[in-house]
Nanobody, 121 residues
């Protein structure tokens, strides 16, 4: 059973930083891409970034490229998203997910319960 548990969200001022964590369990990550998407009220789900668990190759969407950094700790089965230079428009619920497709369009398999990120102006 796939389990993904996010943490690390909170309230931060514009320009600040947060690091999200996601602990994965119940399945072998080795051949998966794991990543993050977010959803703000009234908006569509937005794929942000993903990483190949096996070799660590990252991918970033245009909205977060240069500001967010994805990484993973294989020993801890934990995925991270370091978010710097946060903007009010980054406010959303952030989800960790298994990624089936990424790039011009995204598709996700399983995801966690989400963690709220709020960026004040």
């Amino acid at each position: 059973q796939v389990r993904l548990a996010e943490s690390g969200g909170g309230l931060v001022q514009s320009g600040g930083s947060l690091r999200l964590s996601c602990v994965a369990s119940g399945f072998s990550l080795e051949y998966w891409a794991i990543g993050w998407f977010r959803q703000a009220p009234g908006k569509e789900r937005e794929g942000l970034s993903c990483i190949s668990w096996r070799d660590g190759e990252p991918y970033y969407g245009d909205s977060v490229k240069g500001r967010f950094t994805i990484s993973r700790d294989k020993a801890k089965n934990t995925l991270y998203l370091q978010m710097d230079s946060l903007k009010p428009e980054d406010t959303a619920v952030y989800y960790c997910a298994t990624v089936l497709k990424y790039g011009s369009s995204w598709s996700f398999g399983s995801w966690g319960q989400g963690t709220q990120v709020t960026v004040s102006a």
